[in-house]
């Protein structure tokens, strides 16, 4: 079946990087995009950006895009997001999340269990 | 601030019926369909409606969706105890940079 599995959880200093990993299993891994949404602790969800898993084309959101990179290996099924410069605003549990196409009509139909990245000097 | 806008808070009895709204405007609601995520404490987000009113096999009917205009609607009838949840609803948006937006989410309890 489907799977998402998410690296584990990270505690880094303030103006770190952190590197997430999400392995797909269960599913031909380059027939979808694949989504990062983070969601800061007690908060709501938060789109960081997608990947289009065939060909390794990325879009981010304004918010994060000079500080996400997206990538992934379609040898091993696994995607990347590392994200830089961290602050404590940052500290969340980011989810990777599969959609079938980019656009209106394909919600993200599963997730990854998370991973949570705390922030602290 | 979530660009849409969800009740903080929505509660029923078991048996009863609950309906939570998010509303938008033009670029994201009005011109996007509208999905809606369930998710549990401590647990992943798990789509629950998509399309505006279509749900994934598994879940149940009791779960329903709709929209008019700017505004989107969960409805959960038969209120059960494991039905106590947040709840998210999620569209495109045409001109922000996003482009997906949420909802602040909705927690419902069951009395």
């Known amino acids: 079946q489907v799977q998402l599995m998410q690296s584990g959880a990270e505690v880094k200093k303030p103006g770190a990087s952190v590197k997430v990993s999400c392995k797909a299993f269960?599913?031909?891994?380059?027939?979808?995009?694949m989504h990062w949404v983070r969601q800061a602790p007690g908060q709501g969800l938060e789109w960081m950006g997608v990947?289009?898993?065939?060909?390794?084309?990325?879009s981010y959101a304004q918010k994060f895009q000079d500080r996400v990179t997206m990538t992934r290996d379609t040898s091993t099924s696994t995607l990347y997001m590392v994200l830089s410069s961290l602050r404590s605003s940052d500290t969340a549990v980011y989810y990777c999340?599969?959609?079938?196409?980019?656009?209106?009509?394909?919600?993200?139909?599963?997730w990854g269990q998370g991973t949570l990245v705390t922030v602290s000097s | 601030q979530s660009v849409l806008t969800q009740p903080p808070s929505a509660s029923g009895t078991p048996g009863q019926r609950v309906t939570i709204s998010c509303s938008g405007s033009?670029?994201?609601?009005?011109?996007?369909?509208v999905h809606w995520y369930q998710q549990f404490p401590g647990t992943a987000p798990k789509l629950l409606i998509y399309?505006?009113?279509q749900r994934p096999s598994g879940v149940p009917d009791r779960f329903s969706g709709s929209k008019s205009g700017t505004t989107a609607s969960l409805a959960i009838s038969g209120l059960r105890s494991e039905d106590e949840a947040e709840y998210y609803c999620?569209?495109?948006?045409?001109?922000?940079?996003?482009?997906?937006?949420f909802g602040g989410g909705t927690k419902v309890s069951v009395l």
């Open positions: 033009n670029s994201n609601i009005g011109n996007n369909y």
């Open positions: 990947i289009y898993t065939a060909g390794g084309s990325t």
């Open positions: 999340a599969r959609a079938e196409e980019s656009g209106s009509s394909y919600p993200f139909d599963f």
């Open positions: 999620a569209a495109w948006d045409d001109t922000l940079t996003g482009p997906w937006v």
């Open positions: 399309r505006n009113n």
């Open positions: 269960g599913y031909t891994f380059t027939s979808y995009y």
